[in-house]
């Protein structure tokens, strides 16, 4: 009993892992996420941080280098993710099998923290710790549109997704007004 306790919650510690950052972090390289997180950061870390604008770029560059480690990392946390799933769909699973998955999980786990700890050192050398707490906030807070963004994204009627809004100030919305022919 204990075990199947011991086994469930670590399931549950890493789907969690899998699933956290796919709000986030984008799919493919060039995906419309990818753009709107560097657009957002260009227009709005110069302002929000003080910084100039060859620190903004610095802090792109490093965030460049390590994406499309971290969405490896991600991909292959979901491959065995779904390993671990067709496993646990046969009528007796493994428990070899199935140990040999979760520490895979675990060190994939291992591995996508201390990329996301590099990236941050890097950041971190460039900035003053008020700085660095502020880019953090700010990272969360556009973590927050991003996600928002995608639901609305997902959300929207089938007949194709609209791009997501670019990062900025007020937005035009077109109006037409019933039987006014615009």
Partial sequence: MLRHVLVVSM???LIGAVRSGSAFDAGEPGDPMDQYQA???RQNLSA???IDQNTVERLLQIDQKYRSQKRQAIQDARGA???LQRAMGQPHPSDQEVAAILDNMMRLRKEKLTLEQN????EKSLLTPVQQAKYILLLMNMRQQVAKEAQRVRSAPQGGAPMPMKPGGPHEVPVSRPGGGY
């Fill in 39 to 41: 657009d957002f950061k």
């Fill in 11 to 13: 399931l549950l510690l």
């Fill in 119 to 122: 990236q941050l050192q890097e």
């Fill in 81 to 83: 993710f779904q390993q």
């Fill in 48 to 50: 929000a941080l003080g």
